[in-house]
């Protein structure tokens, strides 16, 4: 028979799925002694009212432990404690997981130091050990590591949508800080349509009627829906669209020559404008650059507001009015998403979009 325990209950706050909260509550028994190795499980019904899941989610828990080496199932006698949980794959096993990055991708800069960082820091809280590995091509080799593979995807150019959902046939992958339209991959982003509307809206507030934007590449997600919303809150405000003050770089973090010269001479024209929302912080300098070399002021002359807020940006000459994006949060919630899908070998993954901040500053005034 079967000793009697009690499993405390899952957190009905908490944002992990119920069934991998309920593998963690009967780990943690296992972990403590609650449940010694060859110890008998209480039956799947009375371990969904103490856990206070339903009884297909409680099995669906026990199914997975009972696949990772934690448990043994004996046909018309119940479930057991393996003997030797101690040494079996589940307490030793590590996950990998495969961070795909395009080799044209600097690692270094803010955005992806930040997002880095904050994979690593997740996986480094977890008891479970975790493999991070970097991988440039879209491929896969799970005989190369022990057990299953993983992928992040961060923010891969859309021409790529076709070779990533081919990749997230057989593994379970996420791209991190992009979104592909329409796609069947799960994303993790923040709300990038949103923070081109809330830069619009903080100029237009202040009186300014004649506002460019300069945007990065527009096939990368998040570069396109920065542009797609900064103009479309141009149109609900009833400005006018001007195509001279929508200039898209070809790189994220440079202003190629022809968007330069094409700043250039927009700030140069009698009805030149008075404000510039920047897709990026790198974009924004370059910006910044450009007005200066013009002979403006900022903010008297022309206003400037960028997007993403790395430590540096509050101490510009004006600091930087920008769009702040939860990068670490968004990390946090792209490993959990990959790890509990490795866990449980259930691949289906929540897409989420985190919403952006204004961070109102000195660069920013009144027309």
């Not at 004996?74 to 495969?98: F, H, I, K, M, P």
């Not at 021409?159 to 994303?187: D, I, K, W």
């Not at 004006?318 to 769009?323: A, D, E, K, S």
Request: charged letters at 20%; glycine letters at 8%.
């Amino acid at each position: 028979m079967s000793r009697a325990i009690t499993l405390p209950p899952i957190d009905e706050h908490d944002p992990t799925p119920k069934y991998l909260q309920a593998q963690k509550i009967v780990v943690d028994a296992i972990r403590s002694g609650e449940l010694s190795p060859g110890a008998k499980l209480p039956s799947t019904k009375d371990i969904s009212a103490q856990v206070s899941v339903s009884l297909i989610t409680a099995h669906k828990a026990l199914e997975a432990l009972v696949a990772s080496g934690w448990l043994r199932r004996e046909t018309g006698r119940g479930t057991y404690v393996r003997q030797d949980v101690a040494l079996t794959a589940a307490s030793e096993r590590s996950l990998s997981v495969a961070i795909v990055l395009d080799h044209h991708a600097n690692i270094n800069d803010y955005y992806h130091s930040t997002i880095l960082e904050g994979l690593r820091q997740e996986a480094r809280s977890g008891e479970q050990r975790v493999e991070l590995f970097f991988q440039e091509r879209l491929t896969l080799r799970s005989r190369e590591r022990k057990g299953e593979i993983g992928a992040i995807c961060i923010h891969p150019a859309l021409e790529y949508q076709s070779e990533v959902e081919h990749l997230a046939r057989n593994h379970p992958v996420l791209v991190l800080g992009g979104a592909f339209p329409n796609g069947s991959v799960s994303c993790v982003d923040c709300d990038n349509r949103s923070g081109g509307r809330q830069a619009v809206q903080h100029v237009f507030e202040l009186g300014h009627r004649r506002i460019l934007v300069v945007s990065g590449p527009t096939n990368l997600s998040n570069s396109r829906d920065r542009l797609d919303g900064a103009v479309a809150e141009i149109a609900s405000s009833g400005l006018p669209t001007d195509t001279r003050d929508l200039i898209m770089s070809a790189d994220s973090v440079v202003l190629d020559d022809a968007s330069k010269q094409g700043l250039a001479a927009r700030l140069g024209a009698a009805d030149r404008p008075t404000a510039i929302v920047a897709g990026g912080f790198y974009l924004a300098l370059a910006a910044i650059q450009v007005v200066r070399a013009a002979g403006l002021s900022i903010p008297q002359d022309v206003s400037v507001v960028g997007f993403d807020d790395p430590a540096s940006a509050p101490l510009l000459d004006p600091p930087l009015t920008t769009i702040r994006q939860p990068l670490t949060e968004m990390s946090s919630r792209a490993y959990t998403l990959i790890r509990d899908a490795l866990t449980s070998g259930d691949h289906r993954m929540p897409s989420s979009q985190l919403p952006t901040e204004l961070v109102i500053r000195g660069s920013t005034a009144p027309a």
